[in-house]
């Protein structure tokens, strides 16, 4: 019983540690972007432990720095709630696509992966998961060491963000559409891909003079994955 026990043990610090090395691509990532945010929320006015909170708690890129905007724009509490709830209504279709795959673990399980799902750790998962089995230890390594170097990143950031007057001449302000770039570039691997990105920037650009922007995303985001889904059956059915 011992034996079996300490090879359950075992077994699972592995697929932790598998995790952790699956993180690595979205680790380089973060570290970098975290640092841009820090850097633009002390120059917004706001103090490390808050900008630090922000990363623990919300940890959503697009939502921080949105968050960031609206600060330094003088935007009020209601308006800056519900902008980052918009933007962050994306993470419904990302789990609702990674729930039938998780039905083996406890639920607990479940919402700790769905709290932690990020549109970096969700492509991962999207591409690496099955490999790995959805296993519960190597979710929680992958998730687990791309959050810590998002709050390390962050707080960073905000230590050395009062040394830096102007951000944007070192192209800080763009750190979060390059990493959108390089996870696209790391995507498009088949044809179906590049047929759901160019929908998706299509549909964004139809959009965006009807509705503002962050609907705009959230149209082409679930018009884009269900051509996807479409074009995947198909496939399938051939």
């Avoid at 559409?177 to 995507?187: G, K, N, P, T």
Wanted: glycine content about 8%.
């Amino acid at each position: 019983m011992t034996s079996v026990a300490l090879n359950s043990s075992n077994s699972y610090r592995d697929t932790i540690r598998q995790g952790a090395k699956s993180a690595l691509p979205v680790v380089l990532g973060y570290f970098p972007l975290a640092f841009a945010y820090g850097i633009l929320a002390v120059q917004a006015g706001v103090s490390l432990a808050w900008t630090t909170l922000m990363s623990v708690l919300v940890y959503a890129g697009a939502g921080q720095f949105m968050i960031v905007a609206l600060l330094a724009a003088g935007a009020d509490s209601l308006a800056i709630v519900l902008t980052v709830f918009v933007v962050n209504l994306r993470h419904l279709l990302m789990s609702a696509a990674l729930a039938p795959k998780l039905g083996h673990l406890a639920r607990w399980r479940v919402a700790a992966v769905a709290a932690e799902l990020t549109d970096e750790t969700f492509a991962v998962i999207s591409v690496q998961g099955q490999e790995h089995g959805y296993t519960s230890g190597w979710l929680a390594g992958l998730q687990v060491c791309s959050h810590l170097s998002w709050v390390l990143g962050s707080v960073a950031g905000a230590v050395v963000g009062a040394a830096v007057s102007d951000p944007t001449r070192w192209g800080i302000d763009f750190a979060l559409v390059a990493m959108f770039l390089a996870l696209l570039a790391m995507q498009v691997r088949r044809r179906t891909t590049l047929i759901v990105a160019i929908v998706a920037a299509l549909v964004y650009r139809i959009a965006l003079p009807i509705v503002n922007e962050y609907w705009a995303i959230i149209a082409a985001a679930t018009i884009a994955a269900t051509i996807g889904v479409m074009l995947k059956d198909r496939l399938k059915s051939k």
